[in-house]
T-cell receptor, first 115, second 109 residues
Framework: GAGVSQTPSNKVTEKGKYVELRCDPI?????LYWYRQSLGQGPEFLIYFQGTGAADDSGLPNDRFFAVRPEGSVSTLKIQRTERGDSAVYLCASSLNEGSTDTQYFGPGTRLTVL | KQEVTQIPAALSVPEGENLVLNCSFT??????LQWFRQDPGKGLTSLLLIQSSQREQTSGRLNASLDKSSGRSTLYIAASQPGDSATYLC????????FGAGTTVTVRA
């Protein structure tokens, strides 16, 4: 079946602009995660959803970052007033069960470049 | 906070040699540990998942061991091939993943 998909694959924006990044998890997966990967580093956790609610948003760097998952499937990561330091690859992952330690399946990522 | 370290950062071997990749973590209260492969400009592909109660997991030429008490995991890749060239990441799971920075492997033909 289809894997995790993310759109757009690349996003170039100017400093100060607003961006939205979309994640479509594997059908039937109830847990959804966002991570951010900077060049030469491993991914860093941002936020975890159980169904529609954010169970853990402790990795969001500041209040410019916000994520939603209104119907328990697709999620959108929103970044306000973008800064050059936000440039990174944003990865989304899903797993079958909520609050579990099942294998997480990753999407291809969105490469965000803030000029 | 969980800290995950991978050594070495890069590795270059001739085709046919066995690969040994190391991962260490600071907090042994984990549910499982996953090894991933990442090709340049691509997402992460899960290779192996070892539950905290297991000592090792095998898939084809890949074998991963886990020693929770010492905070270590090792990924072995037997008889390396040029197609194994990629970055390998380990991640410990306490429902969210904490990743190491990865080991970039080059297998020379």
């Amino acid at each position: 079946g289809a894997g995790v998909s993310q759109t757009p694959s690349n996003k170039v924006t100017e400093k100060g602009k607003y961006v939205e990044l979309r994640c479509d998890p594997i059908s039937g997966h109830t847990a959804l995660y966002w991570y951010r990967q900077s060049l030469g580093q491993g991914p860093e956790f941002l936020i975890y959803f159980q169904g529609t609610g954010a169970a853990d948003d402790s990795g969001l760097p500041n209040d410019r970052f916000f994520a939603v998952r209104p119907e328990g499937s697709v999620s959108t990561l929103k970044i306000q007033r973008t800064e050059r330091g936000d440039s990174a690859v944003y990865l989304c992952a899903s797993s079958l069960n909520e609050g579990s330690t099942d294998t997480q399946y990753f999407g291809p990522g969105t490469r965000l470049t803030v000029l | 906070k969980q800290e995950v370290t991978q050594i070495p950062a890069a590795l270059s071997v001739p085709e046919g040699e066995n690969l040994v990749l190391n991962c260490s973590f600071t907090d042994s209260a984990i549910y499982n540990l996953q090894w991933f492969r990442q090709d340049p400009g691509k997402g992460l592909t899960s290779l192996l998942l070892i539950q905290s109660s297991q000592r090792e997991q095998t898939s084809g030429r890949l074998n991963a061991s886990l020693d929770k008490s010492s905070g270590r995991s090792t990924l072995y890749i037997a008889a390396s091939q040029p197609g194994d060239s990629a970055t390998y990441l380990c991640a410990v799971n306490d429902y969210k993943l904490s990743f190491g920075a990865g080991t970039t492997v080059t297998v020379r033909a």
